[in-house]
């Protein structure tokens, strides 16, 4: 345990920042840009798996190490090394005024601030230890332990600290609601599907594991303050009509005959155990494998039970541990890095038919999904099943993201005109026509999961219920639908433009839902419009193209602060980041401006800010999980963006001496290859 902690004892293993290379790296001598294309895309080859794929670490913010030492605290396992090493890396993270942010110089976050504290506090951290004051004079300051979101408010009850009257009540009968239904499972989004099902188990039985006095929290409670209500002024609203309804339910439990409620309970029980086949967990991300561990505690299983080991075994699979230090990864990208960075290479001219690429392409053709997941719920007509998801396994879950940025890298290697690939290509793109939105745009995981009516019961605060249309995936469509040979006349492309110039900001820039923010939205969209033939003069391109070029920075870099979801004011604001710096740069080329002074000095920049390793540093989360709620920090994208965005400059300018159709600086290494996937 760490126990009379005191400030400065847990030691703090942030790496010193890697020395510069020198600012002329790709100016001013013999083909400086090859070089640098050429030692970025070996450092990418190199960290590729033997298995074909490349991964790099998923970051988020604080909540995971938290909500990892809680879970194991109702487990009765909170005093165990694994806690203190996360606790240790939660100690790391604090924010230089206290408290604990969503995202690198971010404000407090109140949920994660009161859930690191009570993290803390129960490995041992005294409430003297300068960190716990701070923390807690920012959550007093901010209204208590109350005012927290609905997610931290169950683990408050699950460990005592709070009764489940206080928490919104998650019925189980929505399990066996009919899809057609307004209020069903098929009617919120996948992650808040997978979320939602283990915790109407607990909001069920509610468990409490009881805690000794002297590691409770009841210092961060204010009692000179009501209970906050979400209650809104209008008495008729669809918020009040939940919160009602949220109460009857409440009242119905304390009369509900056990039998009823156990019949719920096997639904839910049922429903996660079929979702778990094939995955990485339950969704494979972080909340509903964590609730599944507890859901599973609350439903008597045996700790040794294989289904409980196998439920903690892929949350172990998050974890990482460096110099005595734990962290906590979200979920893993291994679809996503792999397209992403296929396409990179072959945009640096790695030969298409180098083995690194055919192993990846190998690997993406495995991963297909050849049967119907949720998905299905919503979708008319036979559709076949195809697509890709994001994790190692994630079979109920593709998404057409990925799928598109899979289908995008499939087609540039030497396999692309192979039978395997073209099948591929003609599946995954008939799945993703049968996924748009009625709005003429694409959402992640679902089709029309739009109902604005869920965004008001009381569980939704994780600002995520909905899987709407977005601009950043509706324009990759396009730049896919594009390279295939699609035009702006097909009636898809069609209905998307409709879509995207209904969602264009005053300034010409778009929203980025998974990306932050206006820059990556701005960027894709360019790049889907140029994909398609769209004529590059018309006026809506060209202010989009005019935001980006204005919004670049003195030092000829680009960067926006994931504080623009909150604050619009900030649109295109923050630290200089080395990906968005990549975005606007392949945006502006997609508008034709790669001969600009803007783009020279966006490359100037990247060229300057290389580290020793020829790649570069980021601290930034450029990652969008949910907007306003959680962030994420994909540790390949400050390596793949950069590349992809040189090696389109220098197609565009030809300052390579090897052109970009060539087989690129690596070819006198790489043997002759077979066209084919046996490599």
């Known amino acids: 345990m760490i126990a009379n902690t005191e400030a400065g004892t847990l030691p703090r293993t942030s790496a010193a920042a890697a020395p510069r290379r020198p600012s002329n790296r790709l100016v001013g001598s013999a083909n400086p840009l090859e070089t640098a294309l050429s030692a970025v895309s070996e450092w990418l080859i190199d960290r590729q798996s033997p298995d ?44 230089p005024g206290g408290g604990w942010s969503i995202y690198p110089g971010g404000p407090m ?61 998650v019925p189980t009968f929505l399990v066996e609601l009919p899809t057609w239904f307004p209020l069903s499972l098929s009617s919120m989004s996948s992650w808040t599907r997978t979320i939602v099902v283990p915790l109407s188990i607990i909001s069920a039985l509610q468990p409490v594991t009881a805690l000794p006095e002297h590691l409770g929290i009841r210092e961060l409670f204010r009692d000179d303050l009501p209970k906050p209500r979400r209650r809104t002024k209008s008495p008729i609203s669809w918020e009040n009509v939940f919160l009602a309804a949220d109460r009857v339910m409440k009242w119905a439990r304390k009369i509900q005959p056990e039998a009823l ?57 998050l974890l990482i541990e460096e110099n005595g230090v734990t962290r906590v990864q ?56 195809s697509g890709w998801y994001f994790q190692f396994q994630n079979e109920k879950y593709p998404d057409v993201d990925d799928t598109a940025m899979v289908l995008l890298a499939l087609q540039r290697t030497s396999l692309a005109d192979t039978e395997e690939v073209r099948a591929a290509t003609r599946r995954g793109l008939a799945w993703i026509l049968a996924m748009q939105n009625q709005d003429g745009g694409w959402a992640a995981f679902d089709k029309d999961v739009t109902n604005q009516v869920l965004t008001k019961v009381p569980f939704a605060d994780h600002n995520a219920i ?49 990306g932050v923010n206006y820059i990556y939205g701005t960027w894709q969209v360019l790049l889907g419009l140029q994909a398609i033939g769209f004529p590059m003069d018309h006026p809506n391109v060209v202010r989009a193209a005019d935001w980006l070029e204005s919004i670049q920075q003195a030092d000829g870099g680009w960067g926006e602060s994931c504080r623009s979801y909150d ?22 080329i997609a508008a034709g401006r790669a001969r600009n002074e803007s783009v020279r000095n966006g490359v100037r ?33 400050r390596t793949y963006f950069p590349l992809m965005a040189l090696g389109r400059y220098r197609a565009e300018v030809g300052l390579a001496a090897v052109a970009n159709s060539g087989p690129g600086a690596l070819a006198s290494r790489i043997p002759a290859l077979p066209r084919s996937l046996d490599v």
């Not at 506090?121 to 960190?131: D, E, I, N």
């Not at 604050?567 to 502006?588: F, H, V, Y």
């Open 52 to 95: 074909g794929f490349w991964v790099g670490e998923l970051e988020g913010d604080t909540i995971l190490e938290s909500e990892y030492v809680l879970m194991m605290a109702f487990l009765g396992r909170h005093e165990e090394e694994l806690c203190v090493k996360l606790c240790r890396y939660i100690l790391e993270q604090e924010r």
């Open 567 to 588: 604050d619009p004011t900030w649109k295109g604001r923050g630290e200089p980041t080395p990906t968005q710096t990549a975005w606007a740069l392949m945006g502006l």
């Open 466 to 514: 909905l899987d709407p249309s977005c601009a950043d995936i509706t324009a990759r469509i396009l730049e896919l639908m594009g390279k295939l040979g699609y035009k702006a006349d097909h009636p898809a492309v069609e209905r998307a433009l409709v879509y995207l110039w209904n969602t264009q900001e005053a300034e010409g820039c778009w929203y980025g839902r998974w």
């Open 605 to 637: 920049h990247l060229a300057e800010t290389q580290n020793a390793e020829g790649i570069w540093d980021e601290a930034s989360y450029t990652g969008t999980g949910f907007p306003c709620v959680f962030y994420l920090r994909y540790h390949l994208y």
């Open 330 to 385: 979200p979920c893993v990208s291994p679809i996503w890095d792999t397209a992403i960075t296929t396409i990179a290479l072959a945009d640096a001219a790695v030969p298409d038919y180098h083995p690194a690429l055919l192993r990846a392409v190998r690997y993406l053709l495995e991963k297909e999904v050849r049967v119907k997941g949720d998905w299905a719920d919503r979708v008319k007509g036979d559709v076949e099943p």
């Open 109 to 169: 976050e109140l949920s994660a601030t009161v859930k690191a504290y009570f993290a803390l506090k129960l490995v041992g951290v005294p409430t003297s230890h300068p960190a716990m004051v701070r923390a807690r004079e920012a959550i007093l300051e901010a209204g208590g332990a109350d005012r927290c979101n609905s997610f931290t408010r169950f683990y408050l009850a699950l460990l005592g600290q709070m009764s489940y009257d206080d928490c919104p009540t």
């Open 261 to 317: 409620r156990r019949r719920g309970v096997r639904a839910a029980h049922r429903w996660m155990i079929d979702h778990f086949e094939n995955s990485d967990g339950l969704g494979a991300i972080f909340p509903p494998m964590i609730y599944t561990v507890i859901a599973l505690r609350c439903l008597g299983y045996d700790d040794n039970d294989p289904t409980v080991l196998w439920a903690k075994r892929r949350l172990e699979d």
